[in-house]
């Protein structure tokens, strides 16, 4: 992970926002090459959800909607996440993910490999002696460990064996003198509070330019509420035809308890959600239907099967909303994780609109003669999830003699550059004329850029870790044969191509018709 955040910060794809002032915590800025790819991700997704299909609509609402929305919706009440304070070194834990995150920690994995096999207690104490005191100071194992080892005596050989039960253990080498198991602190090791505090992931505003008289409203946590609530202006100028939908791609905002992991999770970040309304006995097979269509779309875009899966929710982490969900997981370096959301909302959003304004928000079906509420499918997937899935999955580090050549092997469509003209020799005035006039012409149908700031290894490399599918090379030939070279990024085969051609076979090479 280190190595994209380097890459994406070295090559200007995103760099932390206010970085100058020290940086805001999670917080990302997309640079030149993050905006292209941005751009294209979002392009591509709405070609293939909106361009690509006669049943969605596309739509753009403001961030910030009546509060009562926030209220109908749920959101107010319910959007809470359940969290543990650790009173040592105040660091914020999600209630559902501890127990990953202990598993996961420094502690635990070096306690884990100390105590792989058959070992006693010794090793134990051991532990708690050296890496234990630097790694999970606070750890009760590592502040008393004679009495806490003595709550494990019957536990600790089976360490690493079948029959292991890590919440079990875990529990007792956290336990102080009382005896009474407790979950530690993943980060020090302390006894947690057994009691979780719950956040409210809304952020607020003041709607008003007089502090005293301005409207609280809320920074949207789902771009999904604007267009329910635009149900009846979609119905009354357009008027579709079940099953149809509504897409719409804009930023939304959460007061995340545990942003990180880069931009996998930020409290500013933006969507791409299709609410697509159906019959309600259409639901189910709608919903299979959606969860095929986006698994695609990721390996469409040359996302590798290996590294994304199905993940259907069971009933307790469904959202207050939804009566099915499956996620869409990338396989990340930090382990699999959400990038996309399938949920099957039913009529629970369209209904608490209708309940909270006082309109009728059913739908007529006109062949059948009667209004119903429709059910609702949303794809809710995230776009800079979608970014970062994209370039851990394309980042390649290839042996070339004896040097590393590190490549984003991006899809055509997301690769931020399509080409670059470079001369071979910078010296010579008229190399460089030729390269900037090809560069001029080739601008005018794509995405090209002109590079003479190194020599030519230098600037294949560099275009090469920004995912540049061609390089057009102009050479002391190219004044004689108007010939020049064009390198593939993948394979770095060359082909010699006349200049005369070299927009055709550009244009083929990317698939433009
Ligand atoms: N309207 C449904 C909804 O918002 P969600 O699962 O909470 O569902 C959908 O969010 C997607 O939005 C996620 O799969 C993820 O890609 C993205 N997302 C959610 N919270 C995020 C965060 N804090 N940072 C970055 N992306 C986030």
């Not at 051991?126 to 019957?154: F, H, M, Q, Y």
């Not at 029959?163 to 956290?174: H, L, N, Q, S």
């Amino acid at each position: 992970m280190e190595k994209i955040v380097s890459l994406c910060k070295r090559r200007g794809f995103i760099f932390q926002s206010s970085e100058i002032y020290g940086g805001l915590s999670n917080t990302w800025d997309y640079g030149p090459f993050g905006v292209e790819l941005k751009n294209n991700v979002k392009s591509a997704w709405w070609k293939a959800n909106v361009y690509g299909r006669d049943d969605i609509l596309g739509m753009d609402a403001a961030i910030l909607m009546h509060p009562k929305v926030w209220e109908a919706s749920g959101h107010l009440k319910s959007f809470k996440d359940p969290f543990i304070k650790c009173p040592a070194c105040l660091q914020f834990f999600r209630l559902d993910t501890i127990w990953d995150k202990i598993w996961n920690s420094d502690w635990f994995t070096s306690l884990r490999e100390t105590m792989m096999g058959d070992k006693d207690s010794s090793y134990l104490l051991r532990w708690a002696k050296t890496e234990g005191k630097k790694l999970a100071p606070n750890l009760n194992l590592v502040k008393e460990p004679e009495v806490t080892i003595s709550w494990i005596a019957d536990l600790h050989h089976k360490f690493g064996g079948v029959e292991f039960d890590f919440k079990t253990y875990v529990g007792r080498i956290a336990c102080s003198r009382d005896g009474i198991a407790r979950t530690p602190c993943p980060n020090c090791g302390n006894p947690l509070p057994e009691e979780s505090m719950a956040a409210n992931l809304m952020l607020e505003t003041l709607f008003g330019p007089v502090k005293e008289t301005a409207q609280k409203v809320y920074l949207r946590p789902e771009t999904a509420q604007g267009m329910f609530v635009n149900f009846l202006n979609i119905l009354d100028s357009k008027h579709p035809k079940l099953p149809f939908g509504l897409a719409q791609i804009g930023k939304a905002f959460r007061n995340e308890v545990t942003p990180g992991n880069f931009t996998f999770r930020t409290r500013e970040f933006e969507q791409m959600e299709i609410e697509y309304f159906v019959k309600p006995q259409e639901a189910d097979k709608k919903l299979e239907e959606w969860i095929e269509s986006r698994f695609n779309w990721y390996l469409n875009l040359g996302i590798k099967k290996e590294n994304l899966r199905k993940r259907p929710h069971n009933k307790a982490e469904l959202a207050h909303y939804a009566k099915a969900c499956t996620d869409i997981e990338y396989n990340f370096p930090f382990g699999w994780s959400e990038l996309e959301g399938i949920a099957n909302r039913t009529d629970f959003d369209l209904k608490q609109h209708a309940q909270a304004s006082g309109r009728d928000m059913r739908y007529f079906d006109d062949v059948a003669k009667e209004r119903f509420y429709p059910y609702i499918i949303e794809p809710s997937g995230g776009v800079d999830r979608s970014i970062l899935a994209f370039l851990v999955d394309a980042f390649h580090e290839e042996k070339v003699k004896d040097d590393i050549r590190v490549v984003l092997k991006l899809h055509k469509d997301l690769a931020p550059i399509k080409m670059a003209v470079l001369p071979l020799l910078r010296n010579r005035p008229e190399i460089v004329e030729m390269a900037k006039e090809i560069a001029g012409d080739l601008k005018k149908s794509f995405i090209c850029v002109y590079d003479d700031t190194g020599s030519i290894g230098k600037l294949y490399r560099r275009q090469d870790e920004v995912g540049t599918l061609y390089c057009v090379t102009v050479d002391v030939q190219s004044l004689e044969d108007k010939q020049v070279t064009v390198r593939d990024r993948d394979t770095m085969l060359q082909d010699r191509v006349s200049i005369d051609r070299l927009k055709e076979y550009l244009s083929e090479k990317l698939n433009i018709k």
